[in-house]
């Protein structure tokens, strides 16, 4: 597989939340504002992408009894480098964020791509495969966060794009409207595949 | 044990020695990275705490002053603004003993104390919460309370952080006389008079906690009054 199909496979075809419902924890928690979202985003594709190189580098001094202690080392290393940049650099996102960047640890994107792809292929294609993962996960995490954001404060990034007659939708900000939100992304985009692939 | 390369990987010690190599080269990193961090980290933290005390005298410095309670909370200008209103007290070693709140700050203007602010702590449901209690120049009353440390339970001990939970402190009586005020605690959606405070529906115990650490903060309070009403004088 060259570079281009390793990338277009982990962002899309096989992205890690609508066609292996993965990481979906972290997809409902942290979704009501889009720069919560790509805050997040961000910190898992810095996560997928040293971890997978990391993992990808040591993979034939790595004896398979420990493989997964040794995975979980490396990925909670990169995790706690993003929470300590975070602390220090944007605190206030940081705040916001919670305990989900922590638990970044435990997203079973990263175990999985480290498992599935780093622990045996070289290190190059893992990054690639640690980039495209990364990035098909926080372009799903962008699309609910858009939503919520829009109708649950009237705004994106931030910036106020309906003006004050927009009647705010509360349940937009609360977790029910991302399960909601996140099923019909999974249900339209799964429809669409298979009738593709059907066609 | 076999030195070749192949040798030594299949030695049953190679994977306990394999961790440990791998731990200490990623603990040196995570150590060396907060290294470098901590000084942001800490710059954060103590700008947190300036803005929670002006937070506390907010509305009393709003009212004297004439400036928006948000412009004197603007987090931009947090350290000009606490340099200009609020004071650490000096007090001696010996008063500090007799309290176990870590730093007493006031709030002066013109050279009249508005009020003076307690770090207070005590022990919640599942470790100790620290909160600041900023109360009038002669302890009689709270001026504003807030809980900013805490390890409760999300969403039901947690919510002591809320503002109508610790809104309900401002302007209750501390001690009146020589005797330090009897809280009680009353159903959240209840009506609370005076001396009653709302607790947090599901939270009994870090609500009883919140108002264990005022009231014996008031007690050591109420004894250290007429030392520091000395300087005050001063």
Redesign the interface.
Known sequence: MNKKDIFITSAFKENSVWKQILGICSSLAVTNLMLNSLIMGLGVIFTLIFSNLTISAIRSYTPRSVRMMAQVLIIASYVIIVDIFLRANLPDISKQLGPYVGLIITNCIIMGRAEAFAAKNNPMDSVIDGLGTGIGYTLVLLCISAVRELFGFGSLFGWQVLGSWWLKWSVMVMAPSAFFLLAIMIWLINDHYYKVKKG | MSVSGNGI?DSKF??VV??LI??VI?VG??AA??RA?????EQ?KQQ?YKLQILSLFADTLSVLTGIEKAELTDPVRVQENYEKYIREVNISSDQIKTVSSRYFTASIMQDNVLGYCFDIKGSGLWGTMRGLMAVTPDFSKIINFVIYDQMETPGLGSRVTEDWFKQQFAGKSLISGNAVEDFSLVQEDATANAAEIRQVTGATITSSAVLKIIVSAAAELRDLRPDLKGEQDE
């Open positions: 990987m190679f994977p394999f961790m791998l731990t990623f990193i995570l990275f907060y961090s901590e000084k942001g980290i954060y947190t």
